[in-house]
Nanobody, 122 residues
């Protein structure tokens, strides 16, 4: 069992930056991929970014060039640095732990965090 706790959300203006953190406990952190997802009001949850066990990353087209995912294995933490935020980035952001070394979209997710709200005003 993996427990995930996100932090770092908030209310910002368009163009600002935020860094989300997700602290994991309960399993060997370096042995699985981690993902970031988001869900806006009235919309389905969508993939944002992922980082595999080696630290290699993948991003949704909508955030490429603006968001950076990273992980600190000794600290059991994954991060999502979000720059040049836009109003359309407003959503609840969730981190997820995979059962696999490589991220696989919405499949093979072992655990979800509780989510953290990000609101971007125009």
């Amino acid at each position: 069992q993996v427990q995930l706790v996100e932090s770092g959300g908030g209310l910002v203006q368009a163009g600002d930056s935020l860094r989300l953190s997700c602290a994991a406990s309960g399993r060997t952190f370096s042995s699985y991929a981690m993902g970031w997802f988001r869900q806006a009001p009235g919309k389905e949850r969508e993939f944002v970014a992922a980082v595999n066990w080696k630290g290699n990353t993948d991003y949704a087209d909508s955030v490429k060039g603006r968001f950076t995912a990273s992980r600190d294995n000794p600290e059991n933490t994954v991060y999502l640095q979000m720059n040049n935020l836009k109003p359309e980035d407003t959503a609840v952001y969730y981190c997820a732990a995979y059962t696999t070394l490589m991220p696989t979209g919405f499949k093979n997710i072992h655990s979800w965090g509780q989510g953290t709200q990000v609101t971007v005003s125009s």
